[in-house]
């Protein structure tokens, strides 16, 4: 009897450890499928369908080539690309002629990716109105031949300082009608060329320079007066 209890307990045990082994196994697993539904999901997709035009309006610049977006679009996550673009060129034009690309009035929280690979040559860059929450350098490092930067009506807090340090072609910025709390004051560094400064409606901030170098210089030391940050203050 007492040999029949210990084999009990004995396959008992080994039950249980089998048992918890296999959890582990299918804990895991649960978990890798977790982690790779989670990238799948931060990692969105989009098309691109373009109106392609001439622009004259953009501050300092006329006559540009451009891509304006024409079809809905929704940016949510900080790793959504952009894997193709469509439309019609005009006669004699192709995608590394575009000096301009814009999107207005849609859902696009943070700025994607892959813009670069299709249009090299950008002068122009325009989102507008469409509830952008965050901008770093290396949404803008593909840029160097920025020339004007229009990012109106957005839901942006703060810039950090080296925002637009592969910028440095940068004639006019405008950022207007934004939620803008804090500008580090190194942001302006280095953009010799700038002309236009529109910085209206924002928090800490609300004026702006049209045209007018001198005009700019004033408005950036007024900048690093109101709209400190902590890296400011050291």
């Not at 196994?25 to 373009?50: A, D, G, N, R």
């Not at 803008?140 to 300082?161: P, Y």
């Not at 940068?170 to 400064?197: G, V, Y």
């Amino acid at each position: 009897k007492f040999l029949k209890n210990l084999k009990f307990h004995v396959k008992k045990i080994n039950f249980n450890a089998k048992f918890l082994f296999f959890s582990q196994i299918s804990s895991k697993v649960t978990l890798s499928l977790t982690i790779l539904l989670t990238m799948f999901t931060l990692t969105q997709s989009s098309e691109i369908y373009c109106l392609f035009n001439n622009e004259n309006d953009h501050f300092s610049l006329s006559n540009v080539y451009e891509c304006e977006l024409d079809n809905d679009l929704m940016i949510t996550y900080p790793n959504d690309i952009w894997m193709s673009v469509f439309g019609h060129h005009k006669d004699g034009f192709s995608n590394s002629q575009v000096q301009s690309f814009t999107i207005t009035t849609q859902i696009v929280y943070f700025m994607p990716a892959g813009l670069e690979y299709f249009f090299t040559h950008l002068e122009v860059l325009v989102i507008e109105n469409c509830g952008l929450k965050a901008l770093r350098r290396d949404d803008l490092k593909h840029f160097s031949h920025l020339k004007v930067f229009n990012f109106d009506s957005n839901d942006l807090e703060e810039l950090e300082s080296d925002l637009f340090a592969f910028n440095v072609q940068l004639e006019a910025i405008s950022l207007e009608d934004n939620l803008i709390l804090k500008i580090d004051a190194k942001i302006f560094d280095n953009l010799n060329s700038l002309r236009f400064l529109m910085l209206k409606m924002n928090k800490c901030v609300d004026e702006r320079v049209d045209n007018d170098r001198e005009g700019v210089r004033e408005l950036i030391e007024d900048v690093k007066s109101h709209c400190k940050t902590p890296e400011s203050t050291n």
